[in-house]
């Protein structure tokens, strides 16, 4: 009786340990896609072939004409490794070979570091650190820990929009195709602005927890579905459309019908090899270093503030002598104010050729200008113009205005 009752339970932890590693594999899977779907809208991206939206490489001076080469053949090595992460039921090698392109892509230009990207980079880390699994809890550990990056993105999107820009600014925009039928006031939005925020936070606290998961998962696919709708309305930014979809998935496979909870770290972190815990610091860094972002020590679109209203806004004034010379592309963004200026606005030039945003720091937008400023014959023939994080409580912010002769020193 005892033998078949020990044989009984080594039953069920084998076929347990195969359904952990069937939900890492179908997230391996799913995660490779949707960086290959996410590739695939934003092509001028990864493959420049008509590009004149300047890189912004992670080390100033690497050579702008020798980079595309070296971009075509890592986002094609990247291309292929992704297709086999799908396909492969041995993976290891191909999902070295990824993380090393990807990060060697986002070091050539910091612009591919969209939060997507990092995201997806974070789970490929993460799976390939725990690759030698062995047992039930070693699987355990590696789903928290995914898991934990997954409720994180929820959590620090929430706080970064605890701002009256959100409220005010971004959230009337995105709510654009609703205004004929919902009119709100100033103190209507600012509720409206707060509750969002507050159930994007609760989402991600409450997914890692057993008892409140189910009400989660459920608020974070309508919260998907509502973005989706809205952004399908407005045409707008379609990058954004697929990681809202694999960010749906992503959520079904980690947490429905899961019992693994934030307490099986403690739990079976002594039962875990060198890789498994490795795998949770990485996460445990993911979750936590965004709270620097509020002091500016760690970059904004790592720390969940997309759409959040929380990031500095560029545009550059440029002369008629450096108009001329911009691209075609380049010179359809150019609008002209009402003292006859013309301004270059980063965010729509960098939609328009690449549909992703730029990279919302300010040396980012530094480097950008001093690409702009090589057409220059005069070093006040372009300005760097930037609107600053907004304050939280108001929106204020303070204008830096750099010319050319500025971004030399």
Known sequence: MFVNRSKQKTALTRAKVIFLADRLAVLRRLTSAALLCGMALSMNLWFPISRSFPRAPLLIGLPQKVTPPVEYFLSTLLSVALVALVLAKRPMKYLIVAIVALFLLCFLDQTRL??????????????????QRRGEKLSVLTLSALQSIVASLYLWGGLQKLNYSFSHEVLPQLLGPTQNILVLSPRQLSALGLGIATIEMFTGFGLLLKKT????????LAMHGLILALLIAQ????????????????????????????GHVFRYWRAGNTGSRASIIVAALYAVLPILSFWGWWDLYLSGALYSG??????????????????????????????????????????????VPPYP???????????????????SQAELIVKTRPAIMNGSYRVIRMDCSDLDD
């Open 114 to 131: 969209q939060p997507w990207v990092y995201q997806y980079l974070a789970v490929f880390v993460v799976i390939a650190l725990d690759h």
């Open 213 to 220: 998961r189910k009400i989660c998962i459920c608020l974070a």
């Open 235 to 262: 045409n707008q930014n379609t990058v954004i459309w697929a990681w809202n979809s694999a960010l749906v998935l992503l959520v079904v496979v980690l947490f429905w019908r899961s019992d693994i909870s934030i």
């Open 310 to 355: 929380n990031t500095p806004v560029a545009v550059v004034r440029v002369d008629g002598g450096i108009y001329e010379r911009l691209a075609q592309t380049t010179k359809r963004q150019v609008f002209v104010t009402k003292s006859g200026e013309r301004m270059l606005p980063l965010y729509e030039w960098s939609m328009a050729e690449l549909n």
């Open 361 to 379: 720091e300010f040396r980012v937008y530094q480097q950008l200008t001093r690409e702009i400023c090589s057409f220059a014959e005069d070093k």
